[in-house]
């Protein structure tokens, strides 16, 4: 299979140039085989996509093999460009290749922006890739990363891409070309790293944990040396300073008597001031009593001094009601006389009002007259309207008549009414079932509609409608006509060829989108990256000349056998629809075969090759697809597949036809939703003409109503005037009766004399009022007596008071400075003890008057110093002479003090370190021992793979794990036999080996690691070239059998500048050929054949400006 690498080469200046970015490749791209999902490994690269990076301008690798891919092109075309992409697409630097240090390195000359774009399978789940893109500009130190087209940093790129097992860094899984050199030259202690860290992630990872442990451990025994040393240095030290801290002992006994001699000086004055304060305290006892004393005659000079002057606020309380009373008897006064004037005054008023009774009689009399004639005139004007029982009866049954039709007429409606809404529902469910209907037999009848519906239920089909609106929106943004989904532009001619090219047509070619010019492509492009939708978009020049079969499919042979013609003969579909999809899918090298074919494969395989040359087709059968292929390099082999024929139906079969049963059924729901609406409709003039009729009836009724209660109004109206007149004739009539008027009369004399009888009571209550005054007037007098005599005597109790109070003040002003005294002698006291108590608070017992007294230790050094204070004082000044007189060194205590807490700390640590230092130990030694028999099973498996390959170059070869007690120093050694006359030795020891000989080894045990290295692919750049080309083809020979047998899904890519001739390559290698750089190989050189054969020779190379073929 061919997979080309393809740059465009330099296009003629009227075409536009091509786009920045490409997520969907060139119509014009073929492949003859195709290969299934589960023959990749999850992280293996199917897309990488280039722009403006070192050599490219615009270029793609796309779609490369599941196992051993090899990128084909001339020294200086690009080759290992591939590769820097890939370092750098994934996070890594060009440090890794040592192609550049800068970002700057990677742009193409004479461009300011780049991009690398890497599509990574199942990166995000199975059937879900990722995609990994990273964006350059120059002067800026770094590149910008995005994963599905959300922006992320380097180390989300390389946590990412990690996570799949890819190892960038790892030479044994990428290995730039610049690098084969350091390679081979590796360390077998870096050698081992590499190859864990490829093929024993988790035993790297605890192999770096060892070495970390071993270390800290080492360190911790040289820590413990050290305390050891500096314990031995303070212990002697000890024994140096004993001779010091004995002198130093004599000294601080002197130091502890003269501080003993101090302290019984400091309490014995305490003692002293404790006495004096006790004196204190019973003088002040003393004036306490004297201030009771004092306190208690006050008091008695008090009580009848209070009672005096309570006599005296008793006799100016007399006072004050007194005169209090005085003022009530003045006002008491003066009210009765004011009502014997008020009284006085309503005698007057009902005199005057019974001399003018008689007036108002003869005015009553007049009035009583005028309402009687009032009445008679009412009386015979209801006379004449003719007002009587009989006709107020027929004007009630009229109108008890009228309301019994008003009623049923109302009812007769609001049936009616709700009738017309019961009919307005049932019309409204009639209405909506028949449009329901019509748009679902529009629906059936309608295939594309059918397309769209099963559409909707897929995401990429709803993406894909989307896009569609937007276009059809935007349709003046592009020059020419854009068709997509693909898929919606074709039919099938019949079910049988739906179900076949559901299969032969991918998914993403039905749901892309075509276009036909360069400016259209770039304008779709743009708005499906910017929007990150998922679907292709494709490009296709129109007439191009139809593509033609290796092979007749209407030949009477093939028709004898069962071959019933092209897959592309089924397809129905415009003109620029159909060619596109069989220039793209090879339509037209597709056969379809009728049923029992399946057992003529092998003869039909046998016809094509003999009469028409071919070994390869695609047959479509009812059940099954066979596809056979034949490899064009070594043995010529043709194999012959077959797999079960599974359509996913969305956009050909039984997803574009209606069933005619389900039509059937619409159609007649259809017709009787439609008869439904008609009768309702007829139904509902109907009760519209009853519902006019019902409203004219029942305004009918009311107007008659309204007539009926105007006439029966009119009547009672009168009826009630007269009688509102008889009652006024009535009333006017009584009043003028003379009878009224003797009552009213004899009302007033009653009034009158009660009045009178008020008045002589008044009279007496002012006499009374009189009397009563004079009696206050001579109480107050007496009350002013009695008040003066009582400020007499009370003036005599004060001063005896005042004498008394004298006395007591002076006695407290005595208690308070005997308290002012007690108060500083307690202060002192207090001081002086607290100045002993800290110098020695072991003598605080001393005291004489202390119950508890001196005990021990303490009694006797009180007892042997002096009981008198001058005494005391000449001890003092006797041990001040002796402390002046001593050699005693302060430091040598303090520095032996020190030493014996280090002592103690220094042994308790050495003690821990030597218990943790164990511990590690055993803990290193138990983890050391179950991973290195892991470590040695893995080299083993390598060893034996190693040998095996190296005996394909007559020469013996193992690996080996070399182990030592320092597990840092552990190393994985390559050891070579490549001649009879010599021993096994280490790769690269001593300079024994060529760099042919390094590059043989490093490639063979490279190919060792294939089954064991769980990485998604693996890089190798130029391997060959210090190589023979003995060697050279050896090694191509190991390559393609590892590759084509290994049981891992490892995708392997081997750059080479040429193909070897006479290789085995099998149906599992890929080919890409590079179509760049300044002397390109013409069209004819990409034959595999004829470029195995000339050698990758560059003679018959041309440069693009001398043939357009190039």
């Known amino acids: ?114 991009f690398v774009e890497i599509e990574l399978r199942d990166g995000n789940a199975p059937g879900k890739n990722l995609i990994v893109r990273c964006d350059l500009q120059r002067r800026s130190p770094k590149c910008q990363y995005s994963l599905d087209g959300k922006k992320v940093t380097n180390k989300d790129v390389k946590e990412r891409v990690h996570k799949l097992g890819i190892q960038i860094d790892n030479l044994l899984q990428f290995l730039p070309q610049d690098r084969v050199a350091a390679f081979t030259q590796m360390k077998s202690t870096e050698l081992l790293h590499e190859t864990m860290k490829a093929t024993l992630p988790d035993e790297y990872a605890e192999f770096e944990e060892l070495k970390k442990l071993s270390e800290h451990t080492m360190e911790m025994e ?79 000079a008090e009580v009848p001094l209070r009672r005096e002057q309570e006599h005296e606020k008793a006799a100016a309380t007399a006072q004050s009601a007194s005169n209090k009373a005085k003022s009530e008897g003045m006002a008491a006064k003066d009210k009765a006389v004011a009502d014997v004037e008020t009284l006085i005054t309503k005698t007057d008023d009902i005199a005057d009002k019974i001399s003018s009774t008689e007036e108002a009689h003869a005015q009553r009399v007049d009035a009583a007259r005028t309402a009687k004639n009032k009445h008679t005139v009412a009386v015979a004007e209801l006379a004449k309207k003719g007002g009587d029982a009989e006709n107020e009866t027929a004007i009630a049954a009229k109108l008890a008549a009228a309301e019994v039709e008003s009623r049923e007429a109302v009812t007769a409606k609001d049936d009616l009414h709700e009738l017309i809404r019961d009919h307005k529902r049932r019309q409204m469910v009639a209405t909506n079932n028949l449009a329901r209907a019509e748009q679902q037999l529009k629906g059936l009848d309608d295939a594309n509609a059918l397309r769209n519906s099963k559409l909707q239920q897929d995401a990429d089909g709803r993406a894909a409608l989307k896009l569609r609106e937007w276009i059809q929106k935007n349709a003046s943004l592009f020059e020419e006509e854009v068709i997509g989904p693909v898929g919606l532009d074709c039919e099938a001619s019949d079910a049988e060829g739906a179900k076949y090219l559901e299969v032969a047509i991918p998914k993403q070619v039905l749901t892309g989108f075509l276009t036909f010019t360069a400016k259209d492509r770039v304008i779709l492009n743009k708005h499906v990256q910017d929007n990150k939708i998922n679907l292709n978009v494709y490009r296709f020049e129109r007439n191009q000349s139809a593509p033609r079969s290796p092979f ?23 003109k620029d629809v159909t060619s596109f999809l069989v220039d793209f899918n090879g339509l037209h090298k597709m056969l379809v075969g009728r049923a029992g074919l399946n057992e003529k494969v092998t003869q039909l395989q046998n016809l094509l090759s003999e009469k028409y040359r071919t070994d390869a087709f695609t047959l479509y059968l009812p059940t099954t697809v066979f596809s056979a292929t034949k490899s064009r390099y070594g043995s010529q082999a043709v194999s012959t597949q077959s797999r079960p024929l599974r359509p996913r139906p969305l956009f050909f079969g039984p997803a574009a036809l209606a069933d005619p049963t389900e039509r059937t059924r619409v159609q007649k729901l259809v017709d009787d939703s439609q008869a439904a609406a008609s009768a309702l409709a007829t139904t509902q003039h109907e009760l519209r003409k009853a519902e006019v009729a019902a409203d004219a009836a029942l305004s009918d009724i009311r107007q008659r109503k309204i007539a009926i209660g105007n006439e029966a109004r009119l009547g009672r109206q009168l009826a009630i005037r007269v009688s509102d007149l008889a009652e006024s004739a009535e009333a006017a009539q009584r009043n003028a009766a003379p009878a009224y008027k003797d009552k009213e009369q004899a009302t007033l004399r009653a009034d009158l004399s009660k009045l009178l009888d008020r008045l002589a009571a008044k009279s007496t209550e002012v006499a009374s009022a009189h009397a009563k005054l004079a009696l206050i007037e001579l109480d107050a007098q007496c009350a002013v007596l009695g008040m003066r005599q009582a400020f007499i005597r009370t003036r ?21 400075a005997i308290k002012a005294a007690q108060s500083r002698a307690q202060n002192l006291m207090n001081k002086a003890v607290e100045v002993a ?99 040695n099973e893995m080299a083993i498996h390598v060893s034996k793979k190693f040998g095996e390959y190296f005996t394909a170059f007559n020469c013996s070869g193992e690996v080996g794990l070399k182990t030592c007690s320092n597990i840092k120093d552990y190393a994985l050694e390559i050891r070579v036999k490549w001649r009879s006359s010599e021993e096994l030795h280490v790769l690269a020891v001593g300079g024994r080996d060529s760099g042919g000989e390094r590059s043989v080894a490093t490639m063979v045990y490279l190919i060792a690691l294939q089954d064991i290295n769980p990485c998604p692919f693996r890089v190798v750049d130029e391997i060959n070239q210090a190589m023979d080309p003995t060697n050279e083809k050896r090694i191509f020979e190991c390559i393609t059998r590892a590759v084509a047998s290994q049981a891992s899904k490892t995708q392997y890519f081997l750059i080479t500048p040429k193909l070897l001739p006479d290789l085995h390559y099998s149906t599992q290698t890929s080919m890409h050929f590079i179509y760049n750089g300044p002397y390109m190989q013409p069209a004819g050189m990409f034959a595999l054949d004829v470029s195995a054969k000339s050698g990758g020779d560059r003679s018959h190379a041309i440069s693009p400006d001398e043939s357009d073929e190039a």
């Open 222 to 300: 040289r820590d413990r040396d050290l305390k050891k040393r500096e314990l031995d240095r303070l212990c002697q030290l000890q024994e140096n300073l004993k001779a010091d801290v004995e002198r130093l002992k004599e000294f601080q006994a002197l130091q502890k008597k003269q501080t003993d001699v101090n302290a019984k000086l400091l309490w014995r004055k305490a003692f002293t001031l404790a006495a004096e304060h006790a004196a204190k305290k019973e003088a002040l006892k003393t004036a306490k009593d004297a201030r009771k004393v004092a306190e208690k005659a006050l008091a008695e």
């Open 552 to 574: 007749d499919a209407h030949a009477p042979e093939l028709q004898q056998m069962g071959v019933a013609g092209f897959l592309s003969e089924r397809l129905k579909a415009s």
């Open 796 to 816: 005599a109790l004060k001063d005896s008071t005042e004498a008394a109070l004298a006395a007591r003040n002076l006695a407290i002003r005595d208690e308070d």
């Open 1 to 114: 299979p061919s997979a080309p690498l393809w740059p465009r080469p330099p296009r003629p200046p009227a075409r536009p140039p091509p786009p920045a970015t490409m997520t969907s490749v060139d119509a014009k791209r073929r492949r003859t085989q195709s290969f299934s999902n589960e023959q990749y490994a999850a992280g293996a690269i199917c897309r990488v996509t280039l722009h403006n990076f070192m050599s490219y301008s615009d270029a793609e690798l796309f779609d490369p093999g599941p196992r051993l891919n090899c990128i084909v092109g001339p020294n200086g075309t690009g080759k290992s460009s591939i590769v820097n992409a890939l370092a750098i697409g994934l996070g890594g630097t060009l440090k890794l290749t040592e192609r550049g240090t800068s970002t700057d390195d990677a742009i193409k000359s004479n461009t300011q922006d780049g």
């Open 837 to 935: 108590f800290d110098s020695a608070p072991h003598f605080a017992d001393a005291n004489p008057s202390s119950s508890v007294g001196l005990q021990g230790e303490f009694l006797q050094r009180w007892d042997d110093l002096p009981e008198d204070d001058d005494a005391l004082a000449d001890e003092l000044e006797e041990v001040k002479k002796k402390i002046g007189t001593s050699s005693a060194d302060m430091g040598s205590i303090t520095v032996f003090n020190e030493n014996a807490t280090k002592i103690s700390a220094l042994e308790k640590s050495v003690s821990e370190f030597e218990n943790n230092a164990q511990n590690q130990a055993d803990d290193l030694a138990s983890r050391r021992a179950a991973w290195e028999p892991k470590v």
